[in-house]
């Protein structure tokens, strides 16, 4: 092959290469460097494993695990359920409008986070709408806010509405690419519409379902604005609101602790790749079924 | 060797994209120790790291002045950066060795944290002579508590504003309740001001944080003279001064008389609409800002007394300066504006008419410390200011302290829903001091 044909892929990706070198690879290398050692302004001094030793001496820490987990399992079920169900509407062809509706469910994804909590916290105040709208049907003022059982549920509707969209836009380029046939025959076979997605759209969504699922996961051990701005960087009602990324932020910027930061930081990449790989496991081990 | 080849390429590519990130500003090689005896910049740009709004007004207001005076350039390019993120923002710089704004406006809450990990990063006013020849006008609480936390012991800021805590209150709610609000001794006094008001006006006598009252723990604290953290930088949540505080929130609660605010959002809609705000003196400017159509209704006086016969300090919250980075590019011009601003009478003066306390003594004495605000039903405000400026307790900022209100507010919370104040103080404090190595007391 000649010499230049076989350069030029290297030549495409090297931009690409070069970008994820500077951005990802170099602050990843040194936030793992930074995690063994603890820095005071220009001294960097090796204390091995003392940050990591000092994350689990505090029992927040373990909280703030333990409050990313609720999450999760109170948001990603809903999240994926309800991004399937809005993709099969989508995926309609008799639905009019489809480019408005896509606009619409994904609009939520490209909102500030910051204007989504704010606006959100003005329907959960005391009075607000939410419960002015329970109080037509004669219920009690629910403590949005101030009670921790219904703070995680407020802090689940916003991240549920706020991550609808972009699954939903996935799952409906995952319908788009099956096959129409698939679905004909199945008419022909006096297939329900029930059956069709059980036995069709959901095994071929499969693949989309898994990525999701990870992606949904990575993003929910991620969590930060939003309980930071909901309860204004404190842990709210029994500390609910203290989740790894507020103790992240808290350590960096308010404790300028660069050492312990990293290494919580890199205590969420290792729980990222563990859930993703026992998700890639349970996955494939269904395909294999 | 081709594979080789291309990753020489790539290297060296990266090499001058590096050093192209890393190119720096030239920065101000002058000593700071001679910033007063060099000549004056007659020209520069300064770069300014602050919050867009009254602070920022008032500087190019004193930018104004100076170039009148001096006959210099001096601009101002100012970035807005809320108070709140000039951690976020400076910290990059620092650990990168970047070099840093002329001028930064940081909440004496937040300095400690920079300071301590990089204490070389601004201007030390007490080695280059500044604290020298400012330290006599500015008030000693605001200077002792910027040093208590700082490096040596060292002043590295210059101070803006006081944070003195003051007593809002609605002048015609107590006088509907028949009450002289400004009579009121102590806190058993004033909840009980609260039971008539409530019942003649239906309007709550304060609002509390649903999710654990702290701000008023603190300040009833404070008023014992205990600081949430000590000079030694010990937390003093489990001791007698903490109870104390909590059992008169106690009384307010059981009292009947307050309201309930569960986020920020709420926040000053629920003070705006209660008969007393404990707060902060910068509340002075923004409440005629923010309430207009309670222009005259609202007075203010120092905070009831911690008791019938203990009045107790005054309490502190709250407080920002202004930095100089030690490296900024054009760092002896921003001192000799700083010095001016300081000093300048016109400009302590603007600072008042703006709305907030300066950290000058003088300043209060002038016409301008005795001017009328009509919001305040034309109260001489700064008379107030003053009066808790002279007996103010010093606070001590270290980078944990937002943190130990936070396991307060936990402890507080857990205190209102489950019982047993010395359990949940204990819990909390002893989980304050495994995370961050302290000593609670």
Known sequence: MDKSIRKTPYLFLSPFLLLFVLTILIPIIISLFFSFMSIQG???????LANFKALFRDPMFLQSYLNVLIIMVGTIPFIILLAIFFAVLLNNPTIKGQGFFKTVYYLPTVTSLVAVASVFMTFYNPMGIINSFLHLFGAGPVPWLSDPFWGRIAMFIVIIWQGVGYYTILFLGGLQGVDKEIYESADIDGASAWVKFFHITVPLLKPVILLSTVLATINGLNTFEIPNIMYSN???????ALTVGVNLYKTSFEMIDFGKASAIAWSMVLVSAILSFIQFKVGKKDETK | MKKKGFLGLTIAALVLVLGGCGKKEASDKSSSSNFSTAARVKNADLKVYAPKGKNTDWLNGVVDRYNKKYDTKINLKTTDVAPTAITQKLTPLLVGHEVLPDISFIQDSDITGILKKFPKSFENLTSNGME???GKLIYST?????????????????PQDLGMVTMFYRHDIFEKAGI??????????????GKIIKRKTGKSLLALDANGETSLVTIIMQQQNV?????????NMTGTATKNAIKIVDKLKKSGTVSYYSSDKDRYPMFQDSAVIIEGTWLAGNMTVNYPKQSGLWRMRTIVGYSADDQGKNPVNGGSSWYVGANSKNKTAALQLLKFAITDKASQADLLARGSAAATKSTYDSKAGKAEYPFFGNQK??????????????VYQYPYASDANNYLKMAVYDYWKKGDL???????????AQKYNVKVN
Request: proline share 4%; no cysteine; aromatic share 6%.
């Open chain 1, 42 to 48: 220009d001294s960097i001094t090796f204390v091995g």
């Open chain 1, 234 to 240: 404190t842990y709210g009602p029994g500390s609910i």
């Open chain 2, 132 to 134: 020298n020849q400012i």
């Open chain 2, 142 to 158: 605001k200077t002792s508590s910027l040093k208590a936390t700082a490096p040596n012991h060292d002043l590295f800021g210059v």
């Open chain 2, 180 to 193: 002289d609000a400004a009579k009121i001794k102590d806190w058993d006094e004033l909840i009980a001001a």
């Open chain 2, 227 to 235: 600081p949430l953290i000590d000079k030694k930088g010990n937390v």
């Open chain 2, 381 to 394: 405000i700064f008379d107030v200011i003053k009066q808790a400026g002279n007996n103010a307790i010093v």
């Open chain 2, 422 to 432: 010395n359990a949940q103080l204990k819990k909390n404090s002893e989980q304050l």
